[in-house]
C-alpha cells in the first residue's frame, strides 16, 4: 500500500471512530434524560356516572335503591347463604357484598354484631383509622356505620338492624391493586351510593 492510499485508510478509519463516538455520546445522553425510577401504579381517569338508582327484586326478604349502573350478582363464595348478594360496578370495579340473615333471639343478634365487629377490626393492621357512627335511617332502622382509611381491602362497611326480626351487613371492595389514596374519587362515590342503599333499605318480612 503506498503513503496516500494509506493516508486515504487511516482518515477513513478516523472517520469512522468519530461516527462511533458520537452515536455512543447521544446515546449516553439520551440515557441520562430519561427516568428509571419506578412508577407508581396508575389508575385510568374515572367517568363517574350521575347517580341514578333502582330498586331490588322481589324475590328478596329486603329492599333498598341501588344503582343502574351497577349490576346485581348472586353471592358465589363459599360460605354464601340465602338471600346474599353482591352489587358489581364494572365501571369502576367495585362490589358491595350483602350479608343478611333472620334474628331468631336477642342472643343470636348478639352474635350478628360482635362478627361484624371482628370481621371490621381485621383490618386494624393496615387501616390508620377506623370511624363509626351509630345512627337511625328515615325508616327507624339503626345503622352502624365504620369508614376505614389506609391501605386496607375495604373502605366502608355497614350493619342495618330492626333489633328484632333482620339484620344485614355490607361491605366495600375494589378489584384493582391501585393506592386508596388513588382511588379516593371512586370510594367518596361508593360511600354515597351506599348512604343511599342504607337509607332506603326496608324489610319485606314480618
Same mark, same amino acid.
Given at each position: 500500500?503506498?503513503?496516500?492510499?494509506?493516508?486515504?485508510?487511516?482518515?477513513?478509519?478516523?472517520?469512522?471512530?468519530?461516527?462511533?463516538?458520537?452515536?455512543?455520546?447521544? %446515546?449516553?445522553?439520551? !440515557?441520562?434524560?430519561?427516568?428509571? !425510577?419506578?412508577?407508581? %401504579?396508575?389508575?385510568? =381517569?374515572?367517568?363517574?356516572?350521575?347517580?341514578?338508582?333502582?330498586?331490588?327484586?322481589?324475590?328478596?326478604?329486603?329492599?333498598?335503591?341501588?344503582?343502574?349502573? &351497577?349490576? %346485581?350478582?348472586?353471592?358465589?363464595?363459599?360460605?354464601?347463604? =340465602?338471600?346474599?348478594?353482591?352489587?358489581?360496578?364494572?365501571?369502576?370495579?367495585?362490589?358491595?357484598?350483602?350479608?343478611?340473615?333472620?334474628?331468631?333471639?336477642?342472643?343470636?343478634?348478639?352474635?350478628?354484631?360482635?362478627?361484624?365487629?371482628? %370481621?371490621?377490626?381485621?383490618?386494624?393492621?393496615?387501616?390508620? &383509622?377506623?370511624?363509626?357512627?351509630?345512627?337511625?335511617?328515615?325508616?327507624?332502622?339503626?345503622?352502624? @356505620?365504620?369508614?376505614?382509611?389506609?391501605?386496607?381491602?375495604?373502605?366502608?362497611?355497614?350493619?342495618?338492624?330492626? !333489633?328484632?326480626?333482620?339484620?344485614?351487613?355490607?361491605?366495600?371492595?375494589?378489584?384493582?391493586?391501585? &393506592?386508596?389514596?388513588?382511588?379516593?374519587?371512586?370510594?367518596?362515590?361508593?360511600?354515597?351510593? @351506599?348512604?343511599?342503599?342504607?337509607?332506603?333499605?326496608?324489610?319485606?318480612?314480618?
Amino acid at each position: 500500500m503506498n503513503l496516500p492510499q494509506k493516508n486515504i485508510f487511516t482518515n477513513l478509519l478516523k472517520r469512522k471512530d468519530l461516527i462511533f463516538l458520537g452515536i455512543g455520546l447521544c %446515546l449516553i445522553f439520551t !440515557s441520562c434524560q430519561q427516568d428509571y !425510577s419506578p412508577k407508581p %401504579l396508575g389508575y385510568n =381517569r374515572l367517568n363517574l356516572p350521575v347517580p341514578s338508582y333502582q330498586s331490588l327484586p322481589d324475590s328478596l326478604p329486603y329492599t333498598f335503591e341501588y344503582s343502574v349502573h &351497577a349490576k %346485581l350478582l348472586d353471592d358465589t363464595s363459599a360460605i354464601s347463604e =340465602r338471600f346474599w348478594i353482591e352489587i358489581y360496578y364494572p365501571g369502576i370495579k367495585s362490589n358491595v357484598h350483602i350479608t343478611y340473615k333472620s334474628i331468631p333471639s336477642k342472643t343470636v343478634l348478639k352474635e350478628f354484631l360482635d362478627d361484624a365487629y371482628t %370481621l371490621t377490626s381485621k383490618h386494624q393492621i393496615k387501616a390508620y &383509622a377506623i370511624n363509626e357512627v351509630i345512627t337511625k335511617t328515615p325508616h327507624g332502622k339503626t345503622a352502624v @356505620i365504620a369508614e376505614l382509611e389506609g391501605e386496607v381491602p375495604s373502605q366502608f362497611q355497614f350493619t342495618v338492624t330492626d !333489633s328484632a326480626k333482620n339484620f344485614l351487613r355490607g361491605a366495600l371492595y375494589f378489584n384493582t391493586k391501585v &393506592a386508596n389514596d388513588s382511588l379516593a374519587p371512586a370510594i367518596e362515590y361508593m360511600k354515597k351510593d @351506599i348512604m343511599h342503599m342504607i337509607n332506603t333499605l326496608e324489610w319485606k318480612t314480618n
